[in-house]
């Protein structure tokens, strides 16, 4: 399964960097940021601060309502593709944040062929972060691959998924994975099968072990994520064409 889009704390704006968070960063996650020729890494231990996240997920941008279940429809490896995005009731602990689990699954030519699990949680400053994802790969039936990671394994630091208020040029990298994202606009217009939107967030997002490979995402305040197209790359497109709560 493709990682989800992630990042972590550095933000680039109009050819300078910004802090996204400095203080927060510092206090959860006891990081050391370095900066060096315009890039940003962190070292250190993941001490998380489990007493600044809630238990509930309502950034706009991101909601996370347990029940709510998004379904897509699209293209991948040039068979017809249905994604299916559910938020479940269950949470699961990790670094002693309490993390909401999202089941996301793929099905390409009517068959399985991917299914996963992620663990999302939001500060207290209205920010959604990633705390890791476990994720299958199926060929006729069977569990041919498996994958994924946790923060507080191996060095992993939790991946900051959406600001509680996008900035555009703000740009994230998560270091542990390799994935990055940048926020491009607030002001798009998208049309899918769901419904036709104005004002919608645009992220591109790009991974160096993919490097020919762009991806545009785009989310509705309310909603969510509505659109997931390669625009370079092979194509793989998801479109929303329903949503059940």
């Known amino acids: 399964m493709k ?3 992630q990042g972590l704390f550095v933000a680039r704006r109009s050819g300078r960097l ?16 370095i900066v060096a020729d315009g890039t940003a890494s962190a070292l250190g231990n993941s001490l ?10 309502d ?8 029940g709510a279940t998004l379904t897509f429809e699209g293209t991948k490896d040039n068979k017809h593709a249905v994604r299916v995005f559910s938020v479940t ?11 909401v689990v999202v089941e996301d699954s793929v099905s390409l030519g009517g068959s399985p062929a991917e299914r996963g699990l992620a663990y999302y949680a939001q500060d207290r400053q209205g920010s959604v972060w990633l705390f890791g994802e476990d994720s299958q790969e199926i060929e006729h039936g069977r569990v041919v691959k498996n994958e994924g990671w946790r923060a507080g394994t191996d060095g992993a630091l939790p991946s900051f998924f959406m600001e509680a208020a996008p900035t555009i040029g703000h740009s994230f ?5 390799n994935n990055n994202f940048q926020v491009v606009s607030l002001s798009e217009s998208v049309k899918v099968p769901y419904g036709s939107f104005r004002d919608v967030l645009l992220t591109k997002e790009w991974s160096s072990e993919e490097p020919d490979v762009l991806t545009h995402k785009y989310y509705v305040r309310g909603l969510g994520e509505v659109r997931d197209v390669t625009v370079k790359g092979p194509l793989e497109e998801f479109d929303l064409v329903q949503v059940a709560r």
């Open 48 to 57: 998380v601060d489990a007493t600044n996240f809630g238990a509930k997920i």
């Open 18 to 33: 910004y802090w996204c968070g400095r203080s927060l960063f510092r206090v959860l996650l006891g990081v050391t940021l």
């Open 173 to 177: 990298a998560h270091e542990y994975t």
């Open 3 to 5: 990682t989800s889009r």
């Open 89 to 99: 009731s269950r949470t699961t602990v990790i670094e002693g944040v309490t993390c």
């Open 59 to 66: 950034n706009p941008w991101f909601p996370l309502t347990p």
